[in-house]
């Protein structure tokens, strides 16, 4: 694909819920929006992962891209944000997340830690 360990985009974390002040995230699938190409994925590309509340930073590992023409491809990749930004609110109840913003940087990784 051409994306090498470290590229990273910008992407809207819950398709659902695009542009929330604050982003409530459940345990289990997620479907997030690329903001920009990535590669040769397209602006609006979808990227599907697997959502983990559990601790006190929620944890995103993205399994697949799809482009906008519908082609999808494996990849391994996770949501990062520095400043704590992944940090669950106190608010938060069991198996679920609740976020301060609603974007983040999908990074590629070589394997999940």
Do not use: H
Not at 46 to 56: A, I, K, N
Not at 80 to 106: F, N
């Amino acid at each position: 694909m051409g994306l090498r360990v470290g590229d990273s985009v910008l992407v809207d974390l819950d398709a659902n819920q695009t542009e929330s002040r604050r982003l409530t995230l459940y345990d289990g699938p997620i479907e997030s929006v690329t903001r920009e190409e990535f590669g040769p994925l397209g602006a609006t590309s979808r990227l599907y992962g697997q959502v983990w509340t559990s601790g006190p930073q929620v944890v995103i590992r993205y399994f697949e891209a799809q482009s906008p023409n519908g082609e999808k491809v494996p990849i391994c990749a996770v949501a990062r944000l520095g400043y704590d930004q992944m940090r669950k609110l106190p608010e938060s109840r069991p198996g679920t997340a609740i976020l301060a913003g609603s974007v983040a940087a999908a990074f590629i990784v070589d394997a999940y830690r």
